[in-house]
């Protein structure tokens, strides 16, 4: 187990979309367990996408206060509600913006043992879990920032978001 170097903006790898996993294989444990030391590896981590890291796989690690949610292959299977908060990601340090999001969310996914099961989520749990699926299509928050604009962390500076995305585009 290793914690692995989190890809920065820019890199094309962010905009593609991941593949499914075919097999819960001794592989993709060890992909589980390697995104899981780099989530832990700093204070603050929510989630981390295998995108995030090089592999395109979809696969997800989570802990957004309650423990730890792996998830493999998830699927939406229903989103209701609305809220707006801000959101950072890892692949884009020291800013955040406003993102609009359904509150309620029910997925289906795989665990590392192989087994479906279902997860329902509301507010930041739900918000997590949309922002790192958005990742396995190579959807970055910055595409979905409400007013156009991020704020730099430390210096509450704004960042005009329709420059930054132009640098970045999905592919389709």
Not at 134 to 147: C, P, Q, S, T
């Amino acid at each position: 187990m290793a914690e692995k170097t989190i890809l920065p903006f820019g890199d094309p790898i962010l905009r593609k979309k991941a593949k499914p996993v075919e097999e819960v294989s001794p592989r993709i444990l060890k992909l589980l367990d390697d995104m899981v030391d780099t989530l832990y590896a700093a204070e603050g981590r929510a989630g981390l996408a295998a995108p995030q890291i090089g592999f395109l796989r979809r696969v997800i690690v989570m802990d957004c206060g309650d423990g730890l949610i792996e998830l493999i292959n998830p699927v939406m299977l229903e989103m209701s509600g609305e809220q707006i908060g801000p959101e950072g990601c890892l692949s884009f340090p020291g800013h955040s913006g406003l993102v609009k999001r359904a509150n309620q969310v029910k997925i289906s996914s795989l665990n590392r043992q192989g087994e479906t099961f279902v997860l329902e989520a509301e507010g930041y749990l739900a918000r997590c879990i949309q922002h790192e699926m958005d990742h396995l299509d190579g959807v970055l928050y910055i595409d979905r920032i409400e007013g156009n604009a991020l704020i730099h962390d430390e210096t509450g500076r704004k960042v005009n978001v329709f420059d930054i995305i132009r640098l970045s585009k999905p592919e389709q």
